[in-house]
């Protein structure tokens, strides 16, 4: 397990990084103060896990946390002194997974990590999230699907349904479902669904990837193969 820390403040670092190894032995601790820092830290470390502090020197915390949110689903946990319910609420809902108010117990984190950590992992994020198959990779974490490094540009929708094909691999998953996942409603005509799975099958097959690793299920639905 990898944790990116973004925090400015060395002390509050050091007890969160005490507790996590504690807690987890084999846990990898990355820290950075400066938020500029983060995409880029992102990019290279691919952390199963963000703390992010709200208040840092040369950044507006919510705006990283909105950036983050552009180019990862890693789960986020913010830290801050600003207690009051608003903040709370615009963390939330800019996409951050919890949020904890300083001071914190180091126990109140643990139990926080794991609960994200858990939740993560349920819906196919964290570090669970890269599936394989031959030279295709989904890593759901970066949402970025590649066909031997190659990057296939799936628009969000095809994401939406592909990704979520691959999380249930082996599994056949019915049309509502998957209506559901990308159109959020099960009114959509089986048709468009046949459409996205079209468009995602022709641009594996262009970037070399095999188009069959999506299967039909005449009357159900489809599934990647497991
Ligand atoms: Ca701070």
Known sequence: MHVLIVEDTPEVVEIIEVALKLRWSECEVTSVGRGGLVPGVIASTRPDLIILDLGLPDVDGMDLLEQIRRMSEVPVIILTSRGHEAARVRGLEAGADD????????????????????????????????????????????????????????????????????????????????????????????????????????????????????????????????
């Open 99 to 226: 949020y904890m108010v300083k001071p914190f117990s180091p126990i109140e984190m643990l139990a926080r990590v794991q609960a994200v950590l858990r939740r993560a992992s349920r819906s196919g994020g964290g570090a669970a999230g890269i599936i394989t198959r031959d030279s295709l990779v989904v890593d759901v974490a970066q949402r970025s699907v590649t066909v031997d490094g190659r990057f296939v540009l799936l628009s969000r929708l095809e994401w939406e349904v592909f990704s979520y094909l691959a999380i249930n691999a082996g599994k056949v998953v019915k049309h509502n479902d998957l209506k559901q996942r990308g159109w959020g409603s099960t009114t959509v005509e089986n048709t468009v669904v046949k459409m996205c799975i079209r468009r995602i099958r022709g641009k594996l097959g262009e970037t070399g990837g095999d188009p069959g690793v999506i299967l039909t299920h005449r009357g159900l639905g489809y599934s990647f193969i497991g």
